[in-house]
């Protein structure tokens, strides 16, 4: 409980610095569920945080923006997939890059936490973002998401975002365990075996909510995952080995991977910079904006900037 407590107090914190008030991401019941490195084949090196807070993302998605620290959430971004287009088998890149992907197996669209989103059933399905290695594993990096998962297998780390290939090549996964806590995994030898894992400490909601959840790779080879857009954990990688086979990213599953997400993924954001805790509490903000009771507000119980609406 104290964990939990100094979470918010330090959220709290952050959206005093970047000029708001009332920011409280973690206003779910905590959950004492252990972490531990779901099964893969070979021995895992883990790094996880402890505790188990779960965190809960109930905004209703209306405008498109709000003040905070957004003037640079188009620096170092590298590719954006909104799933908005009316496509049935291409979610094209909202930069402009070029880095469109391939909807495969039964992947559909259905509405999101902004706009649509992208429906996995959890049998075969991804979404092909390709093998461009701008795309691939890299120190600094950030990926955000909006997820909401249906069901976690037991034993296994269900894939948000992914680089591997059919033959068993594996770069990296960024997924959510089946204890609910987002973790990555970095394959320094591009197979199963030597794998490095590094987990979160707090869980995302798996009841039909949305959460919103991002990881930052930085130059020292530190990892460092977010819920909500305050920190949850992370840790160093004790092997940051980049594996160099030309391979393919995914989201929503990989070629390789035996647990691909069952439920729904939305805004998937690529940067190839560390994205700043104030940054990432501006994305989850992005087209969540609404008035509530003539103040702009971000989310139920989230950002109360105190402007007139």
């Known amino acids: 409980m104290v964990g939990w407590a100094m979470a918010v107090i330090a959220a709290a914190v952050l959206a005093s610095a970047c000029g708001r008030a009332n920011y409280d991401p973690f206003d779910a019941a905590m959950d004492s569920s252990s972490v531990d490195a779901p099964g893969e084949t070979g021995p895992a090196d883990t790094t996880t945080g402890d505790g188990g807070d779960d965190a809960s993302s109930d905004a209703d998605a209306t405008s498109d923006a709000g003040p905070g620290c957004a003037d640079a959430l188009g620096e170092g971004l590298v590719a954006s997939w909104t799933f908005d287009e009316m496509s049935e ?46 795309l691939g594993l890299q120190f600094p990096m950030t990926l955000t ?29 960024w997924g959510i365990s089946d204890s609910r806590m987002p973790a990555i995994t970095l394959y320094p030898d591009c197979i199963s075996e030597g794998q490095v894992w590094v987990g979160a400490d707090r869980q995302v909601r798996i009841d039909g909510a949305w959460t919103h959840v991002a990881v930052t790779f930085g130059v020292d080879f530190t990892v460092t995952h977010y819920i909500e857009g305050a920190e949850a954990g992370g840790g160093p990688l004790s092997r940051a080995t980049i594996c160099p086979e030309v391979i393919s990213s995914s989201i929503g599953g990989t070629p390789y991977g035996p647990y691909p997400w069952d439920g729904a993924i939305d805004e998937v954001r690529f940067y190839d910079r560390v994205l700043s805790e104030c940054e990432i ?7 969540t904006w609404h008035c509530a009771d003539g103040v702009q507000s971000c989310g139920e119980t989230g950002i109360d900037v105190g402007a007139d609406c």
Request: glycine share 14%; net charge negative; aromatic share 6%.
């Open 89 to 134: 088998t291409t979610a094209i890149d909202a930069t402009g890059a070029g880095h469109d992907g391939t909807l495969l197996g039964t992947t559909s669209r259905i509405p999101g936490r902004v706009g649509s989103a992208a429906s996995f059933p959890g049998i075969d399905d991804r979404v092909d973002v390709g093998s461009d290695p701008a």
């Open 145 to 173: 998401a909006w997820v909401r998962p249906d069901r976690l297998v037991d034993d296994a780390r269900h894939s948000i975002f992914g680089r591997d290939d059919a033959v068993g090549f594996r770069q990296f996964e």
């Open 281 to 287: 509490a501006e994305l989850r903000c992005l087209g």
